[in-house]
């Protein structure tokens, strides 16, 4: 991937705990275990055991980083 690509990746350089510390901030653990169901999240939640299974679960890690988007998308349009 060539440097103009990759800036041009909404998700270049953060990290997954930035991701996910971000979602929680704007949804808080309840709605974000109904947005994602996994049980890291509706279960005893915290960013540690969340990012112990992202890691591991690349189907899960694509629709947080997909949520991530979203809630970006979202906060350009209160922004407005």
Do not use: N
């Amino acid at each position: 991937m060539t440097d103009t690509a990759a800036s041009k990746d909404p998700l270049h350089g953060l990290t997954l705990e930035a991701i996910v510390t971000a979602l929680v901030e704007y949804f808080g653990w309840p709605e974000l275990g109904q947005r994602i169901a996994i049980k890291c999240f509706q279960v005893d939640p915290s960013v540690a055991s969340s990012l112990k299974f992202l890691r591991k679960t690349p189907w899960a890690r694509a629709k947080v980083e997909s949520l991530y988007l979203f809630m970006r998308r979202e906060q350009a349009r209160a922004a407005r």
